[in-house]
């Protein structure tokens, strides 16, 4: 976690970046980027599923006591790409019948839906990267661009392609097949391994009430009355 002074998160609009970590403490707050969405089971920001069926990637420290319990499990784990000190975890993903995903979704009802929820929804910049089909669409990002450049704060593209932009990219489209074939291996996770040992808490302030570790504040307030 790094910590941003009240002075430089009230000189932003959009999302604030953070290098090498997606929490961080702000003076006034606490932020944790993109994670209640993905624990309820839903995409984060604005954004349509890759597809029916996907693997999921979620990147883990080596030496996280989740590795062990996770392998056990029957899923994937292979080394990060680029970074030496991550190991990779695929979880294989249905999203269920009905469910429109990105591939039926033109760039345009991206845009168009992002730039409503700027509006009608939220102050900070909305999250959202568009996914865009590079033989058809995109020679029109720049004009795109123009049009909606006084409704949206800030906005991410990425071509779709069949194998990935990138290596190791966070979803990836896959066949049912392919899912069945992964969702078999995968047996129900056993934490035994990870009972009992201490998480960090992240301190917060909620309405009016704060959790703060006394003994820190003690050192950092003066507590006595005048």
Same mark, same amino acid.
């Given at each position: 976690?790094?910590?941003?002074?009240?002075?430089?998160?009230?000189?932003?609009?959009?999302?604030?970046?953070?290098?090498?970590?997606?929490?961080?403490?702000?003076?006034?707050?606490?932020?944790?980027?993109?994670?209640?969405?993905?624990?309820?089971?839903?995409?984060?920001?604005?954004?349509?599923?890759?597809?029916?069926?996907?693997?999921?990637?979620?990147? *883990?420290?080596?030496? !996280?006591? @989740?590795? /062990?319990?996770?392998?056990? =499990?029957?899923?994937?784990?292979?080394?990060?790409?680029? +970074?030496?000190?991550?190991?990779?975890?695929?979880?294989?993903?249905?999203?269920?019948?009905?469910?429109?995903?990105?591939?039926?979704?033109?760039?345009?009802?991206?845009?168009?839906?992002?730039?409503?929820?700027?509006?009608?929804?939220?102050?900070?910049?909305?999250?959202?990267?568009?996914?865009?089909?590079?033989?058809?669409?995109?020679?029109?990002?720049?004009?795109?661009?123009?049009?909606?450049?006084?409704? *949206?704060?800030?906005? !991410?593209? @990425?071509? /779709?392609?069949?194998?990935? =932009?990138?290596?190791?990219?966070?979803?990836?489209?896959? +066949?049912?097949?392919?899912?069945?074939?992964?969702?078999?291996?995968?047996?129900?996770?056993?934490?035994?391994?990870?009972?009992?040992?201490?998480?960090?808490?992240?301190?917060?302030?909620?309405?009016?009430?704060?959790?703060?570790?006394?003994?820190?504040?003690?050192?950092?307030?003066?507590?006595?009355?005048?």
């Amino acid at each position: 976690m790094k910590f941003i002074k009240k002075e430089i998160s009230q000189a932003f609009t959009v999302d604030i970046e953070v290098e090498d970590t997606h929490n961080y403490q702000l003076e006034n707050g606490i932020v944790s980027h993109n994670t209640v969405s993905l624990l309820a089971g839903a995409t984060p920001g604005v954004h349509y599923p890759e597809s029916r069926f996907y693997i999921r990637r979620v990147r *883990l420290a080596k030496n !996280s006591p @989740l590795k /062990k319990p996770l392998k056990k =499990a029957g899923l994937h784990i292979e080394d990060a790409y680029g +970074d030496d000190s991550s190991v990779v975890v695929e979880f294989p993903v249905d999203v269920g019948e009905g469910i429109r995903t990105v591939g039926e979704v033109s760039m345009w009802e991206q845009l168009s839906l992002s730039a409503f929820m700027q509006r009608h929804w939220a102050d900070n910049q909305v999250s959202a990267t568009i996914t865009f089909n590079p033989e058809t669409e995109g020679k029109d990002i720049a004009n795109a661009l123009n049009y909606f450049q006084y409704q *949206l704060k800030g906005i !991410s593209f @990425l071509p /779709k392609t069949k194998i990935g =932009a990138f290596a190791q990219m966070p979803y990836e489209e896959i +066949d049912e097949e392919t899912y069945n074939i992964m969702a078999k291996k995968v047996k129900p996770i056993i934490f035994d391994d990870v009972i009992g040992s201490e998480a960090e808490i992240d301190l917060f302030c909620n309405t009016d009430q704060c959790l703060i570790d006394m003994d820190d504040a003690k050192t950092k307030f003066d507590f006595t009355a005048d």
